[in-house]
């Protein structure tokens, strides 16, 4: 097997997002780009996306990935809105897009429309809430587009092997579809109820940070394969297994959480940087099996389902927002007042991403008896086109489309005196705590000792309240972002002497290692404190 290929592709896509951070343009829009480019220079290998690497591979771990970082109480409290969109648009989609479609292009059978259908129902919201993380987006519209995105794969590929096995001549009925569906979503979801409480009991069990952590590298594609195995939704079993682990991981050791971050960080970014720029790399393979479409006709074919797409989510997402609340005064009373922007930015969050083209990659080149399946290569043609259109288009609209509607913004202030509020009671239930224990014999410790702790617990408390006070007029930095900078300064200065120390033979390599561990947790501590205030 030749690696050089892959190696490629993972080094040249992550140093296509690193620059992407020091620009205005969303890294998944450049890394597209760069992926259409690099598609016709000469010497670069030919890429195919393949859905038997791209589903059970590399979607796992992404869902994996957004399912603990997302939070599962918000959305418990946005149920209602996650699944009109993740479940409920989606079929409408499919049906809405594969029937146009199927008016829209002569000789394109129905049933290879529905296919069409579900493989471009499902928007992938990585791009859009990257882009509305860094805008401000208000926190619930955030919730409501992760929410659908770690649920409406698994929705789009149930209805798309319902309407692959139509037309491949299966008999597919829409009874049958139903109870298809039916079992995958109870399914996917028992097999993650069931996995969920012994996968996290194993996690706060085992001693050692670096098993824990491969573990972790486990779960989701145990999770996946499982539920995959008696034919139920993997995806649906991964981000329940992953709600649970993101819910309940302050039981798990404190190293582990140290590492585990840092490891899914990183593998989130090759992960999604290379599934970027495999997108823009399918434009040799899409375009040369095009067929007997001519250039012009498969083009006017593109934008016509562009525009349809974008019209179908709209036609969806404004009934879906307004109606339960003019129907019920339950959900008026249960959910806050929304107005005419919050739709428009989630409608214009649809962008499409590469689980439409693995999707698309995986229909079989010919239906039962043998023929052709009809219309295949124009189904990946228009996949492509709406894939890309949908991050182009509306990847870089989506940013001054939101900085220009009247978009409740984020109150820092009030956050941050929440914060402090939370912090303030913690201290003060960890003082009284620490009091209790140094009044135990058992407990004796030197009076320089126990006031730094109590210093330690008075600082951690004054620091978020400090941020709601004035700043240097010289610096513009609060008391407390002084603290952490000279900490740091002098976290340095101790590492230079360690390490001169080592040079110098008057310590070993084992015990610089030991030193500089100590150094380096103290400065994670601060620099996980300077993030959250950022």
Known sequence: ??????????????????????????????????????????????????????????????????????????????????????????LFATLAVGWIAYLLIPGLPLTAALVLG??????????????ARRVGLPSRLTTVLQGESLVNDATAITAYKVALAAAVGEGATWTGGLREFAIAAIGGVGVGLILMVPLHWLRTHLRDPLLQNTLSLLIPFVAYGAAEQVHASGVLAVVVVGLYLGHHSWQVDFATRLQESAVWKMIAFVLESAVFALIGLQLPVVLRGLGEYGAGEAAWYAVMLFLVVVGVRFLWVFPATFLPRALSRRVR???????????????????????????????????????????????????????????????????PLIRWLPLPGRD??????????????????????????????????????????????????????????????VTGESADDVYRRLAREVISAEREVFVRLRDARQIDDEMLRTLLRRLDLEEAAAYREESADG
């Open 118 to 131: 579900a493989v471009i129902a499902p928007p992938d919201a990585v791009a859009a809430t990257a882009i």
């Open 333 to 399: 009373e249960r959910e806050p007042e929304t107005d005419w922007t919050a739709p428009v930015v989630v409608g214009w969050a649809g962008m499409r991403g590469v689980v439409s083209l693995a999707i698309a990659f995986s229909i079989p080149a010919t239906v039962h008896g043998g023929h052709p399946f009809p219309s295949r290569n124009l189904v990946l043609f228009l996949t492509f086109t709406t894939v890309i259109g949908t991050l182009v288009i509306q990847g870089l609209t989506l940013p």
């Open 1 to 90: 097997m030749d690696v050089l290929p892959l190696l490629v592709l993972v080094a040249g896509s992550a140093a296509v997002a690193g620059a992407a951070r020091r620009t205005p343009v969303p890294a998944p829009l450049l890394l597209v780009a760069a992926g259409l480019v690099a598609s016709y220079v000469p010497g670069v290998p030919e890429y195919t996306l393949d859905p038997h690497i791209v589903l059970p591979l590399v979607l796992p771990p992404l869902l994996h990935t957004a399912a603990l970082e997302s939070s599962y109480l918000d959305l418990r409290a946005n149920v209602r809105p996650v699944a009109l969109l993740s479940i409920g648009y989606v």
């Open 412 to 473: 820092a202030q009030a956050q941050t005196l929440v914060e402090a509020q939370a912090q303030n009671e913690a201290s003060r239930a960890a003082e009284s705590r620490l009091e209790e224990l140094l009044a135990d014999e058992r407990n004796t410790l030197p009076q320089p000792l126990a006031d730094r702790l109590r210093t330690v617990l008075e600082r951690r408390r004054n620091a978020v309240w400090e941020r709601l006070g004035g700043v240097s007029e």
